[in-house]
Nanobody
Framework: QVQLVESGGGLVQAGGSLRLSCSAP????????MGWYRQAPGKQRELVAI???????NYIDSVKGRFTISRDNAKNTVYLQMNSLKFEDTAVYYC?????????WGQGTQVTVSS
């Protein structure tokens, strides 16, 4: 099964920054939206940020002004720049690529913010 490849997670102190990257194989064509989700222990997976093919972005309220999603269509890659990280941002982060009626997912990358 085709998976997206994520990188950039890790351990950071509160107030710090991390940048996540996620690449889709070149064999995946016509990617529509790309997004980042996260799942904290004991909680449901939630959508953090999403970017359309044309670059329109949307964020959940808790990360607005701190996180920035972007994409490089030529590289089939989506990024998530996370600044001013908080303890409550701790979660496994997953990237997603929506193609037609199908969703591709990454394996997840752990982000841990120490308080």
């Amino acid at each position: 099964q085709v998976q997206l490849v994520e990188s950039g997670g890790g351990l950071v102190q509160a107030g710090g920054s991390l940048r996540l990257s996620c690449s889709a194989p070149r064999s995946i064509l016509s990617i529509n939206t790309m997004g980042w989700y996260r799942q904290a222990p004991g909680k449901q997976r939630e959508l953090v940020a999403i970017v359309s093919l044309g670059g329109r972005t949307n964020y959940i309220d808790s990360v607005k002004g701190r996180f920035t999603i972007s994409r490089d269509n030529a590289k089939n890659t989506v990024y998530l720049q996370m600044n001013s990280l908080k303890f409550e941002d701790t979660a496994v982060y997953y990237c997603q690529a929506h193609v037609g009626s199908f969703d591709y997912w990454g394996q997840g990358t752990q982000v841990t913010v120490s308080s």
